[in-house]
């Protein structure tokens, strides 16, 4: 405990100010996510298209592609969500997944987790001895399936969120992130509140339906 919080404490005073503004952004953008608040997605973006520039910036071309996407899915996710009725209200609303959905997102989550285990593994063999295939495809295929189902307002994205949260916290940790794993933990908490928030829209949605 006391090497994570030296760690911490390091990485801290190491951490620029574009980095700063990444991590404050992306907890802003979850909050706003369990509020159901459109602002979500130009918020998010700000620190998706931060992360790019990072991530080329130091030649972490896997981590680049992985915000890649989520700027090009919170593009999506913000044209969906801002659908109005005649009454000005969103057309897309809160909703659990039914058994189509579920069939697709495990579907999703394996194709993406098979993509970015291949390639991880390839990687580690000839590149980078110290890549983690398996916890690493894990996190990020969780992630891209939450991210997806974020955009439809599926309440299940949340699980997905959990997922990649509690994976991520002890793999940034070995990577030597203390900070990542710290923002991970935060995103966790947020992650779980909004599973709760989101829960209760559904069964309000569906009794309206």
Known sequence: MTEFF???????????????????FGIL???????????????????TIIYIYLSFKADLFGEASVNLYYTAVSLYGWYLWSGKSESNKPILK???????????????????????????KGLKENFSADALPFPDAFATAAAFTGMWLMARKKVESWYWWIITNIASIPLFYIKGFAL???????????????????????????NNL
């Open 6 to 24: 030296r760690q911490f404490i390091q990485e801290l005073s190491n951490t620029g100010l574009l980095e700063f503004i990444a991590v404050v």
């Open 180 to 206: 990542t794993s710290v923002y991970y933990f935060i995103l966790l908490l947020m992650a779980v509140s909004g599973l709760i928030e989101w829960r209760k829209k559904a069964i309000a949605n569906r």
């Open 94 to 120: 809160i909703l659990y997944s039914g058994k189509k959905d579920w069939i697709l997102q495990l579907a999703f989550f394996a194709g993406m987790f098979l993509l970015f285990y291949f390639s991880l």
């Open 29 to 47: 953008s979850v909050w706003l996510s369990k509020k159901e608040n459109i602002l979500v997605y130009p918020v998010g973006l700000v620190n």
